[in-house]
């Protein structure tokens, strides 16, 4: 089964740090994804885990822990333009080379001055 | 701009026509996906392809849908007899998987709005 948790709504301070939580559950589990989404804009691409620890890239750092089923995204620095929602998305994979990304429902961040 | 291209960006339509939307992938990509997604959602799987061949469909993916990928290049999505519940924000997302197929980042196109009357 498939079982994705994220916080529906987030609020932090221009300038502050902010960090998403993502808890979950797939079969064949082969890495995690983390995408921006904009207000009427496609997801776009932030960051991918497949082995434990944290991967830092600029004021974005994505952490994962396999054994826990346990992810979070962590953003520095914040600014007005990063409101938006964060799309927590494991890769299930089936066999071979066929799986593909299950998204949560994502977190709306909301960033005020 | 060489992205993920859709056509067209919105579509309104009336319930029980048939709807037909384009994607049209990085060029090198060889896997390409169709999404769902409705407000307040993340996007829901429905389809993929890895070049010509349809790999995968959610059951999600009823009779009305059918897509196609002939080439394996650009892929068309079809709604036959369109019913509101179909209203959603329809996004194409393209990929390069190789041989030992590891996990692909996958690249957004801009999606095609649906809305049925």
């Known amino acids: 089964g498939q079982n994705i948790d994220q916080p529906t709504e987030m609020t932090a301070t221009e300038g502050a740090i902010v960090q998403i939580n993502c808890t979950y559950q797939?079969?064949?589990?082969?890495?995690l994804f983390w995408y921006q989404q904009h207000a009427g804009e496609a997801p776009t691409f932030l960051s991918y885990?497949?082995?434990?620890g944290l991967e830092e890239k600029g004021r974005f750092s994505s952490f994962l822990s396999r054994s826990k089923g346990y992810s979070y995204l962590l953003l520095k620095e914040l600014q007005m333009k990063d409101s938006a929602s964060y799309l927590c998305a494991p890769y299930e994979n089936y066999g071979g080379s066929q799986g593909n990304l299950i998204f949560g429902k994502g977190t709306k961040l909301s960033v005020k001055p | 701009d060489t992205g993920v291209s859709q056509d067209p960006r919105h579509k309104i339509t009336k319930r029980g026509q048939n709807v037909t939307f384009r994607c049209d992938p990085i060029?090198?990509?060889?896997?390409l996906y169709w999404y769902r997604q409705t407000l307040g959602q993340g996007p829901e799987f429905l389809t993929y392809f890895q070049n010509e061949a349809q790999l995968e469909k959610s059951r999600l993916l009823s009779d009305r849908f059918s897509a196609e990928r002939p080439k394996g290049s650009f892929s068309t999505l079809e709604i036959q007899r369109t019913e509101q519940g179909d209203s959603a924000m329809y996004l194409c997302?393209?990929?390069?998987?190789?041989?030992?197929?590891?996990?692909?980042?996958?690249?957004f196109g801009p999606g095609t709005r649906l809305t049925v009357l």
């Open positions: 997302a393209s990929s390069l998987v190789g041989i030992a197929g590891v996990s692909d980042t996958q690249y």
């Open positions: 885990n497949v082995l434990d």
């Open positions: 797939t079969s064949g589990f082969n890495g």
């Open positions: 060029s090198e990509h060889n896997r």
